[in-house]
């Protein structure tokens, strides 16, 4: 049985010799390829793959919530998220999505295929490297809304706008930034960003 395969990856050289890799394979072909992370969803619902390889750094939708949506609508499809990062908070937030597996962009090419049959398969794969690191990083010490109100920070939005967006009050929302910066020993806003996205606390 040939494996059909979504793949999205924003870079171009990168995308094309995954498919290169991918298409190597008598039993496994590529049957879309995307740049772009909000495009992933209507590319499987017409496509059907049976496993989507998704970047979780991509423009218009971040990979994690892609996986998400893509589990919502076509919860067949197998997801194996790619990322350079091997960032722990990252990591548990990919498993508490619903994601079948999760590998480094620098693992052996090998490690590729067989990740993509054991997902179609069913089984979890995660890079021995990033679960022990998740083992061992620290949890957020932030609370969910806390981790709201910065992630739109981190996007660029003030105060004011984020307010609106939450349905909070600018001083509330200028307070949660504050207990942010001091929960974080950040010294500034920008500098709580930084922390957070290191750590895997943010998208």
Known sequence: MVIRILLAEDMNMVRGALVALLNLEGDLEVVCELERGDEIVDAALEHRPDVAVIDIDLPGLDGLTAAARLHQRLPGCKTLILTSL?????LRRALTSQVTGYLLKDAPPHELASAVRRAAAGQRVIDPQLALSAWDGMDSPLTERETEVLQRAAEGLEASEIAAKLHLSTGTVRNYLTVVVSKLNARNRV????????????L
């Open 86 to 90: 091997g960032r722990p908070g990252t």
């Open 191 to 202: 500098d709580a960003i930084r922390i957070a996205r290191e750590a895997g606390w943010l």
